[in-house]
């Protein structure tokens, strides 16, 4: 696997600072890991070295399993990986813990990143966060333990505790208890997939469209720099990764269509191959604003997804709904071909890709999973549609 890295350091200025050994960056073995002190001080700084010298040494000593993976990735030795990251975590946890009982409100947040060929794997305590970009889209694939976002942690008996450390508290965290619940995850890998893996501070002190707009754009060896520009004298670190190359997303015509397929729901759950094979059924197109994208009555042929701006949905001469990007409509075109049930025009100057629905039937009958992916979303799609209408009808009854 040919992995490109690089790492993101700002020491600050003012109240609070960040140190670089609170970075761990093993290309070797595929490790990244950011652990943070929000109490600071040297006790806190003694704290992060505890927590990434025990996930070093953790990871080391299983090497053989992470080696046999990357030959062979069997169920049972992912699972296996998994058991070492929440083992790496069970001892870092242990020994902060320890260290913290002879000392006043030690709090270590950590994140932890195996990169093994083909799949990642992800641990993660605290608010620090990690971060994916794929196909120029911005993923957070953690979520914050911190102001009581999500459950409880800290347990003695049926007693929930929350860490306090500077204006932060938190749900998950090292050093107030002996054991913490991680929470890991699994995922398949592609060529180009960028990881960030980062303290709270990146994501604290730069706006997200910012930090969103860097994260793609920006090529691995100038990410750093850009960051600390964006973050001011705030103190900022981070480790980051990347498949293949350094390069930055440059969207050609069927990247672009990827990466605006991919969070649709109609698509949700079809893999890159999938969104390829529908990315190349369909035809862009622009719509001025006021435009009639198709009229009330005459035939369907065509699935439009809405890639920018809005579009109205008229029926009888009066709006029923206004559709945002990430839309898609007429799929009853698609199902039965009958006459449009409504109008449809372009609230604003609109960009579509559209399916024509022979291009639609070749696309599934060439790719079963795809079909199926993408019939079922189509079918949870009419049936919620069908009970919204059911209720509005049982209102209108009671209503009369």
């Known amino acids: 696997m040919d992995l490109v ?45 505890i927590a990434l010298e025990t996930v070093r040494t953790h990871v080391e000593r299983n090497e053989d399993i992470l080696q046999r993976f990357v030959r062979t990735p069997a169920p049972e030795l992912r699972k296996r990986i998994l058991a070492v990251v929440d083992e790496a975590y069970a001892r870092a946890a242990q020994e902060i813990f320890a260290f913290a009982r002879r000392r006043q409100g030690i709090v270590i947040t950590l994140d932890v990143l195996l990169l093994l060929e083909h799949e990642a794997f992800i641990g993660h305590v605290g608010d620090g966060r990690v971060y994916l970009v794929r196909r120029g889209l911005v993923h957070q694939l953690t979520v914050d333990h911190s102001r009581g976002d999500e459950g409880a942690v800290f347990e003695r008996g049926q007693e929930v505790e929350q860490a306090t450390a500077g204006d932060r508290k938190f749900t998950r965290a090292l050093g107030p208890h002996p054991r913490v619940r991680v929470e890991t995850l699994c995922m398949e890998l592609t060529h180009g997939d960028r990881f960030i893996v980062a303290s709270s501070h990146l994501h604290r002190s730069i706006p997200e469209n ?32 990347q498949l293949g190359s350094g390069e930055p997303f440059t969207p050609d015509s069927a990247q672009s269509r990827l990466a605006i397929l991919a969070p649709m729901p109609m ?78 025009m372009a609230a604003a100057e609109t960009e579509l890709m559209v399916i024509p629905r022979d291009a639609f039937f070749a696309m599934l009958k060439g790719n079963p999973m795809l079909a199926v992916k993408i019939l079922w979303n189509m079918l949870l799609r009419l049936s919620a549609n069908l009970r919204a209408t059911s209720k509005r009808l049982a209102d209108l009854e009671r209503g009369l």
């Open 5 to 49: 890295t690089s790492s993101v350091f700002s020491p600050g200025k003012g109240g609070t600072t960040a140190w670089l050994d609170q970075v761990l960056l093993l290309p070797r073995h595929g490790l990244l890991a950011i652990a943070d002190a929000p109490s600071g001080g040297a006790d806190g700084r003694a704290g992060i070295r």
């Open 210 to 241: 910012i930090l969103n707009t860097r994260l793609v754009s920006e090529h691995l060896d100038g990410l750093g720099p850009a960051l600390v520009s964006d973050a001011g004298s705030s103190p900022l670190v981070a480790a980051c990764a």
């Open 267 to 344: 698509f949700a759950h079809c893999n890159e191959r999938e969104l390829r094979t529908v990315a190349q059924a369909t035809r862009p197109r622009r719509f001025p604003e006021g435009t009639i994208i198709f009229e009330q009555g005459h035939p369907g042929t065509e699935l439009y997804l809405l890639i920018s701006g809005s579009v109205d949905i008229i029926k009888d001469g009066q709006r029923i709904v206004r559709l945002g990007p990430g839309s898609n409509f007429g799929e009853m075109a698609m199902l039965d071909e009958p006459s449009r049930s409504a109008s449809a």
